[in-house]
């Protein structure tokens, strides 16, 4: 398969597979490096190149040589529908302005498309805002399931004492709604603005003593569009207020959790300034043919 040329963002940068051993073992080292902070997991170099010859994918993202970024996918079967399953996708930190986080996935869908498959499944934490961006907003993936402490307890250091929550998504590589959010077909600042204020809170924030907020209640939806906050910068949270990362954890999945059993889908997510404050929101639509209360989609 011949290398992607990107375009935009992350322009002067190559996308392809990886091919080499040494290739394989320098993204061994990027996932290792990520595990439990921007990646859940690493992927052995013997198992990637096993991956990439037996149905999966491996693929990189170049700076000339250097590998900035990669990402690894495999089949997934759920007793229905063949998928793929993405395991982590990395960048390392002095390329995540460049877009290479996004044109990873964007060759990947490129990949799977050529494989004759329609879907890509992944989670990510829900209460990482850059996560949330790249997956719902950027890439029109849509989070059908939550799943409360996934991965159990870990032991590194930004994940320890704190529950491994994780959201499921499904992006649909070959819909319409996905062609035109990759494409870069975005809601503008005012619409974005104009939903948050016509919208109800599922998690009631207030500013602590640092400036960073904190949730003080979880709100029941009731019928009406909603959004649910999370931090707009975890880190800064683990940094400044750490005894807040449980509220946080809590109130979350208690209102995603609660948004999923009333059927509601979240079809967004954005970055709403808002007297000189960044704050981040899931955005979520009541399903039209929301009848009662339906069994949670949640582990």
Known sequence: MPASRATGPGHGFRFRRLEKPEEFRHAEELLRSAAGVDGDLYVPAPLQRSLQDNGGLVLGGFADIYLAGCAISTIGWDGAALYHHSLATVVRPEYRNHGIGFRLKAFQRDEVLALGLSEI???????????????????????????????????????????????????????????????????????????????????????????????????????????????????????????????????????????????????????????????????????????GPSRAPSA
């Open 121 to 291: 499944r992944w989670v990510f934490d829900p209460l990482a805002s850059r996560a949330a961006s790249l997956s719902v907003r950027r890439l029109g993936a849509a989070p059908d399931r939550y799943l409360p402490h996934y991965y159990g307890q870990l032991a590194d250091d930004a994940n320890r004492g704190i529950e491994t929550d994780r959201v499921r998504v499904r992006w649909s590589i070959a819909s319409p709604g996905v062609e035109s959010r990759v494409g870069g077909s975005l809601p503008t600042t005012e619409e974005v603005t104009e939903r948050w204020t016509r919208s109800v809170a599922l998690v009631e924030t207030e500013p602590g003593e640092s400036g960073l907020r904190a949730p003080t209640a979880v709100v029941d939806p009731d019928g009406r569009p909603a959004h649910l906050e999370i931090p707009f910068d975890l880190d800064l949270v683990r940094q400044h207020e750490p005894s807040s990362l449980p509220r946080w954890r809590h109130a979350v999945r208690d209102a995603f959790r609660a948004a999923f059993d009333s059927r509601y889908t979240v079809d967004d997510f954005a970055v709403v300034s808002a007297a000189h404050e960044r704050r981040s929101f899931y955005f979520l639509s009541p399903s039209p043919s929301a009848d």
